[in-house]
């Protein structure tokens, strides 16, 4: 049982570094949604394709974890 609780919490908290990471350096604040690319140094890169599967997975991501924890 104790095995669970570890794994869960390791779970957690590699979904909130994810999320974070998506929150920080994702949103495209002029335009919306989000970035369609980004380079190594975590910047957007102009004109990339803003995907609609993309932008809807994040989305989707971020509704999932919020139902999983508020």
């Given at each position: 049982?104790?095995?669970?609780?570890?794994?869960?919490?390791?779970?957690?908290?590699?979904?909130?570094?994810?999320?974070?990471?998506?929150?920080?350096?994702?949103?495209?604040?002029?335009?919306?949604?989000?970035?369609?690319?980004?380079?190594?140094?975590?910047?957007?890169?102009?004109?990339?394709?803003?995907?609609?599967?993309?932008?809807?997975?994040?989305?989707w991501s971020f509704s999932a974890a919020y139902g999983l924890e508020p």
């Amino acid at each position: 049982m104790e095995n669970n609780a570890v794994l869960r919490s390791e779970f957690r908290e590699e979904l909130k570094r994810i999320l974070d990471y998506w929150a920080l350096f994702t949103p495209d604040r002029e335009q919306g949604g989000f970035y369609g690319r980004l380079n190594n140094a975590n910047e957007a890169i102009p004109g990339a394709v803003k995907g609609a599967v993309l932008n809807a997975r994040i989305l989707w991501s971020f509704s999932a974890a919020y139902g999983l924890e508020p």
